[in-house]
C-alpha cells in the first residue's frame, strides 16, 4: 500500500486560510496518508528545498500537492531541481486553484469538487510509478546536405563553434541558386565575388568535408547515432555516423514555353540578371539591337513569393538609371514587405518605373517582332478611366513558377520527413518553430522549406547552428524514459506504429526473444517494433492505434485516464 | 537580456539551453510583451498567427536553469565593453549592477499611434478601434461588439497601411505583418459570426508565411469578404445615428462611393517602442534608415533580436532572435 | 430533470486544451459544475474505447479539446482524435445513443474563453437530452 505524504500549497494566499483547514482536516483522515503539511510557496526555490527536507525525513513514497495547476510544479521542478529524493514521476497534483476555487463562487460547492479532484489524484498518486532517466553521448558530427548559400553557411558557423561538419553537394560546385544572382538588392558586394569568397573559406577549413558530386542513398538510426549512406557519381560508397543532419537541398524554377513564352524576346529574370551584368551602359542591347522598353510581368503563377518582386524591381532601377530603358512592371500586388524594399519601390517610382496593377491575367501577343502586352489597370479610381494599356516591349521578362527541387520527394521518403502541401519539405505547422522537422535531430531550412531571399536564408542558417548547438553543447541527451515502450512478446508486426508515428520513431528490429506469433521452424528470424526512447516525444499515436495493444505509455496508462474520468470504482 | 517579449525570451531559452546563464529584465509586471496579448485567429483550421506559440514560450522560460527573470525592471546605465560591462539595473527603488559578457535588446515595437491619424477618428469615435483592441477583445472576451452600445457589428471595415508606407509622417516602410493578421481576423470572426460582413481596405497585399496564396483564395472565394483596393481619406461619423461614413471608390459601381460602417479597425503598423531611443543613446546604437534599432558589429558585445530592429512578425521574430543566440555564442566563443 | 447537472468528461490534451483550462482559471470564468478534466500529452492518445467507456459508466457527454489543423505540437494528434470520434459517432448511431453526446473542440493554448463557452454549450444541450440512458448507473 502507498505511504503518500501530502503538501498543500497557499500559492501566497490564493488558496484562503479557512479552505486550506477544511481541506487539511479532510484529508489527514484518509487511509494511505501519513502527513499533510501547508507550504507557502511551492513553486519557489525555498519551499522546494523545504519540502524535499521533510521527504528525506522518510515515511513516504509517494506526494500529493493540493495547490495549482499541474504545469506550474512541473516547470518549477525543471528549474530549481526536483525537491522528491525519489523518483520525479511518484507525484500527482490536485489542482484546486485553476478548476475550483477560481471558477466556484460558492465555497460549499468549491469544497464538494475539491474533495472530488483530491480523491482523484491519490488514486494517480497510489498508482503512479517511477520512471527513470537515460542519457545517449552526442558526438560533435553533423551532416549537411546542399551546398548552396544556406548549407554553406550553417557548415561555417558550426565549424566555427566546434563541430565537425560533413557537407554534401549533388553537382560539381558549391554556390547554389543564389549564383543566378548578379547582385543583391541590399548589399553592395557582387554576388559572384562573395559566394566565392564563402567558397574558399569552406575549403580552408579543417572541421568540414566536403563531397561533391554524392547524394544520400540511405538514413538509417535517431537522434545521435544517424547512419548515412553516401553514394558518389564514380559509385563510391561512403558511410557516416552523425548525430545530427541539416537539410538544405534548395528548390527549382521551371519556366514556362506555351505559346508566346517561347519567343526570343520573352526571358526570365535570372536570364535578365545576366544579360545585365554583361551590358555595357549606356546602351543595353539583346540580339544584336538596343532596347528601349521591358516589361516585366510578375504574378502571373505564384502570388506568395516575394523573390521575383525584389529581383524585377532592383534589375528595374538598373535598367532606368544605367541604360535608360523604359520599364514597366505589372503585378497583381506590389510586394514590399521585406526590409528595405518600400524605400526601393519609391525610387524605382522616382526614377520613372511604370507600375500597373491587374487582376485580370495580360494578354500577350507579337507585333512587329515586338512583344505587345495589353493589360488593364485596376489603379485608376473610376473604372471608366482603366482603358486598356498596350505596351510594346522589346523584352517581356516572366516570373518562373517556383517547384521543390525533384529529389525532394524522394529525399523525404529516405530521411522520413514529412512533405508540405506544395510538395515542399516540411508542413506548415507554428507548432515545429520553422527550422525543425517532425524528427528530432533533422532541420530542415532555406530554398526546400519555401523560396525566400538571401539574407532571410542567412538568418536561417544562423537559427539552425543555434538549435544544432543547443543539442549538441551538452555533450549528451538526457530524457525521461517517459516515452512509449512496445512489448515485443504481444507485437504481431502488423507495421500499424512505423507508418503511424509522426516523428518517425519507430522501427521494426529483431529481437531475439519468442512470442505467441512466432512460427514454429523459424524462431529466430522474428522481430518486432520498436520505439526509439531517444526520438519518441511521448503523444500516445501509437499507444491508441496499437490493435494487440502492445505499446504502453509509462506515464499516461489505461489506468491513469480511467482514474481521471473519475468514473469507475 | 533586455525585454521580455516573444525575441527576448526566445534568446534567453537558447542561450539557457547551451549552458550560458542569461538575466532577462523586464519593464512591465508579466513577460510576453505585445504578442502576448493577441487572440487566437482559427477559422475551421489554424491561420498560422503564431499566437498561441508565445503562451507556449513564455510557459517554457519558466522552466530553464540558468535564466532568471527581473520583472519590473528597467536598464539604466551601462559601463565597460566590449569583453565585460557593467549594467545598472532599476526595480522600483531598488537599484543593483550586474556583471555580464553581453547585452542583447529586444526592446520590441509599440503599435503606431492611431490618433496621430486624426482624420480616422481614433480616440474620438468610439467604433474606430486599432486592430491591437480588437485582438484584445477577441482574446479576453471571446466577443465581438461594437464599443459604443456592445451589440455584434453588422459590417466591419479594416482600414491597411495606418501608419506604414506613408511618406507625410515619414514610415516609409511596409510593417510586413498588417495585411496577413487583417485577413486572418476577417477568416476568424467570419467564422464566429457568419453573419457579419467584412471590407478589406488595401494598397498591395502583402504574403506573410508559405502557404498564403491558399489562404488569400479562400478570403477571395469568401462572399461576405470585400477586398478593395482603395485607402480611404477620412472617417465621417454622424453622433445621431451613431454612424461611421467611409468615402472610397467601390469596384462594384465603378465610382466613388460613401458606405456606413458599424466597426472600423485600424491595421496599425510598427514602430520603435518608447524608451528605446534612451537605451540606444547608452549603447552608441543608430537608427536604421527606416528608424528601427542598427545591429552593431558583433565585436562590440551588444546584439538586437526581434522587431525592435525592423517589422517582424511572431515567426521571423523568432528566428531573428535564435539567430542573434547563435552570434551571441560566437562572440562568447562557445564551443561544443 | 430541471436540477439535472449532465456530468461531462472534458479529455485535455497537455498543448491547448489543458493550458486553456488553466486560461480559464486566470480569467476567473464560471464553469459548468460536473465537469472531469482528463489530462493527455495529447489527443491522439485518447482511444475510441476511452469514449465509449465513459458513456458507459456514468457520464453523459464527452467532450476532446484538442489542437487546430495544423497546430499539434505531434503533428497528426488531433487528426486521429477526430478519427476515432467520428467512429465512435457511428457506433452510437447503431445503438440508438444521441451523437451530440460526443463531441470535438478545436483551440489553441490561448482560448480559455472558447472553452468555458463549449462546456457551457454542451451543458445546455445535455440537459435537454437528458440524462445518458445507457450509463450503467441507470
Redesign the interface.
Known sequence: MARIGIFIDALQGSISTSFRERIASYVEGLPQVVFCRVEENLTSSEGLSRMGKRLEEGGVDRVLIIGGSPRLYETSFQKWGHPLPFNPYLLAVANIREQVLWTTADEEKAFEKAKGIITKALRTASASQPIETQSLPLKPEVLVLGGGITGISIAQALAKSGVHVFLLEKGSQLGGRVLELQTFYNRPEKVRQWVEEKVSEVSRTSNITLLTQAELKYLEGHLGRFQAKIRSRDGREDALQVSALVVATGYETQRERKGIYSHKRVITLSEMEKLLSQAKAPSFQYEGKGVGMVTYLLDGVNEDIKVDSINAIKQSLQLQESFQCQVAILCKDVKVSTDGMERLYRRAREKGVLFFKYEEAPKLSIVNGQIQVDVKDTAPIQKKDQWPVSILSDLLITSEDFIPAPETENLSRILKIHLGSRGFLMEDNPQLLRVRSNRRGIFVTGGCRFPQEVSESLTEARAVAEEVMALLSKGDYTYDLAVAEVDPKKCAVCYTCPRLCPHSAITVEQYAEKNIYTIPGRENKWGAAKVDPAACYGCGICVAECPAKAITLRHVTDEQIYAQMNLME | MVGGGISGITVATELALNGIPTTLIERDSSLGGLSASFCCKASEACNKCFACVVDKRVSEIRQQKRVSILTQTELTGVKGGPEEYTVSLKRGKERTDLKVSAVVLATGIDPYDATQKAEYGYGRFKNVITAKDLDEMLRFQGKLNRPSDGKLPKNVAFFQCVGSRDESIGNLYCSQVCCAYALRLIRAIRHQYPEVRATFLYMDIQPAGTNFQQFLNVCRGDKGVRLIRSLPSKVYHSPLSDQLRVRFTDPEREEVSEESFDLIVLSVGMTLRKGTKSLMELFRLDLTEEGFVSSPPSQTGVFVAGACSGPKDIDRSILHAKSTAFLVQQHLKWRV | MADFEP?I?AFCCD??G??A??M????????P?NV???????A????TI?LL??LE???DGVMIFG???????????NL?AKG?LSYAHRMLEKIGLEKERLEIC??????G??LV?ALNRKSEQLRKLGPNPCSENM
Open positions: 456530468k468528461v498543448q491547448s489543458y493550458p483550462v488553466d480559464a482559471g486566470t480569467l476567473k470564468l464560471d464553469f459544475r472531469e478534466i482528463v489530462r493527455v500529452p495529447c491522439g492518445r485518447i482511444e476511452y467507456k465513459a459508466k456514468g457520464a489542437c487546430f489543423e495544423e497546430n499539434c505540437q505531434f503533428l497528426r494528434g486521429r476515432r478545436h483551440l489553441a493554448t490561448n482560448s474563453v472558447k463557452e
